[in-house]
């Protein structure tokens, strides 16, 4: 008898909980969908986080992690997914892998994430990322592959934002590509400069209002000038 009774204040005990963890999932749905109707990000990343709590999804997780790199926590975003590469991982989650690393200063770790994400779905926007990324890694051959890759297949439509500036500003992509190409051909032969201006020229030519790459064959110039002086002096 006592066994009896035991076990049904046990079933009642556990249809409680069920009904309690049943009523918050509901809860924080509702919250979360009210969060995103009013733009709270905090307001979302707390209601996805009970959901993730109290009902475990990856597919919930990976869009935690992806709310969490908009809002530039990268490093939230990792602990959220990790940062190793899983094949069974979703597009979205290698997505957040290779931008946060990025973004963290972490190239080579970036790279192989990217370079998932490109084996997926070919892209010339991925091809700039890698080709960027492929020259801070000293991997100039590289880089050179994913920029011809790019200029062939970067369409006018397209268009790649920078930030260097207080003001960020966007360019045809076609144009980041041959600022690319330059900064290739000066780190392959630092002596031969005006190669790499003739690439810079061109993204000019395509956007005039390139703010780096006029930092860049300011740079060049300056660098062919200190090293005609230096030869003029030489020969004197």
Known sequence: ????????????????????????VKHYKAYYNEMRMQGDVTGV????????????SKQRRDTLAFVYMNNGQHMQALNTIGVDKNAD?????VQVKAFSLKSLNQPKRALEHFEELNTRKPSPYLAYEMADLKIQTGDMDGASTNIEYGIANATDEMKYAFYERQQPYEVPLKAAFYHLKGLV???????????AIVSIDEALKIAPNFNLASLSKQALESRKAQANSTTEGEEN
């Not at 990343?45 to 475990?56: D, E, F, Y």
């Not at 051909?185 to 190669?195: C, M, Q, R, T, V």
Request: glycine share 4%.
């Open 89 to 93: 991982d979703s597009d979205l989650a």
């Open 185 to 195: 051909s000066f780190n392959k032969d630092k002596e031969n400069i005006d190669a």
């Open 45 to 56: 990343i707390s209601a996805l986080t009970h959901l993730n709590v109290l009902n475990p």
């Open 1 to 24: 008898m006592k066994k009896t009774v035991l076990l049904l204040l046990l079933l009642v005990g556990f249809s409680g909980i069920s009904q309690t963890n049943d009523a918050l």
